[in-house]
T-cell receptor, first 111, second 116 residues
Framework: DAKTTQPPSMDCAEGRAANLPCNHS???????VYWYRQIHSQGPQYIIH???NNETNEMASLIITEDRKSSTLILPHATLRDTAVYYC????????????FGAGTILRVKS | GAVVSQHPSWVICKSGTSVKIECRSL??????MFWYRQFPKQSLMLMAT?????????EQGVEKDKFLINHASLTLSTLTVTSAHPEDSSFYIC????????????FGSGTRLTVV
């Protein structure tokens, strides 16, 4: 699976959009971009994934650049409960394929 | 949606004893589950892949005789930490594939193990 690079930490004001970047310059054509988050002392939570088109669900939006070398996770209206570690993972979507976590980005939402 | 239940959520045990952690997929069948370990302020480290009906596949550096994994059914995988030592104290998390291939994995809530 391709390697990803994320900033170690970010701050965001409550109610504002949080934009979390991820660099995956070595991504290959059959690899998807997945985002998870982990709130303190809990198991990770799936947020969203995409291949090349932008995606949106009830939690977030995922913007993938045309060359697929980077992406941005957008939380449109961050709340204090969105404070967590956010992980960007690139992997081939095959059943049984393991999920390997990098260091992630600590997002702190402040009032 | 897909739910993975992990039990217990926390456990304290004495050095030299064994501890079993259960991971169940509640509303779907999971032929493959994964076990992770997480130390404070660190990311999740994959320990092993648990395959129903066959032996687990361990990541490099993980002692298979110390961390016994059993995946006896399509909805249950167990991790047993044998002869636990204080350095085994950690947060253990399991995960399983959700129903659709493209869906993300669903994770259990984790087990905080403290060995005293």
């Amino acid at each position: 699976d391709a390697k990803t690079t994320q900033p170690p930490s970010m701050d965001c004001a409550e109610g504002r959009a949080a934009n979390l970047p991820c660099n995956h310059s070595t991504i290959s054509g059959n690899e998807y971009v997945y985002w998870y988050r982990q709130i303190h002392s809990q198991g990770p939570q799936y947020i969203i994934h995409g291949l090349k088109n932008n995606e949106t669900n009830e939690m977030a939006s995922l913007i993938i650049t045309e060359d697929r070398k980077s992406s941005t996770l957008i939380l449109p209206h961050a709340t204090l409960r969105d404070t967590a570690v956010y992980y960007c993972i690139v992997r081939v979507a095959e059943y049984g394929n393991k999920l390997v976590f990098g260091a992630g980005t600590i997002l702190r939402v402040k009032s | 949606g897909a739910v993975v239940s992990q039990h217990p959520s926390w456990v304290i045990c004495k050095s030299g004893t064994s501890v079993k952690i259960e991971c169940r997929s509640l509303d779907f069948q999971a032929t493959t589950m994964f076990w992770y370990r997480q130390f404070p302020k660190q990311s999740l480290m994959l320990m092993a892949t648990s395959n129903e009906g066959s032996k687990a596949t361990y990541e490099q550096g993980v002692e298979k005789d110390k961390f016994l994994i059993n995946h006896a059914s399509l909805t249950l995988s167990t991790l047993t930490v044998t002869s636990a030592h204080p350095e085994d104290s950690s947060f253990y998390i399991c995960s399983a594939r959700a129903k659709r291939v493209l869906d993300g994995y669903t994770f259990g809530s984790g087990t905080r193990l403290t060995v005293v």
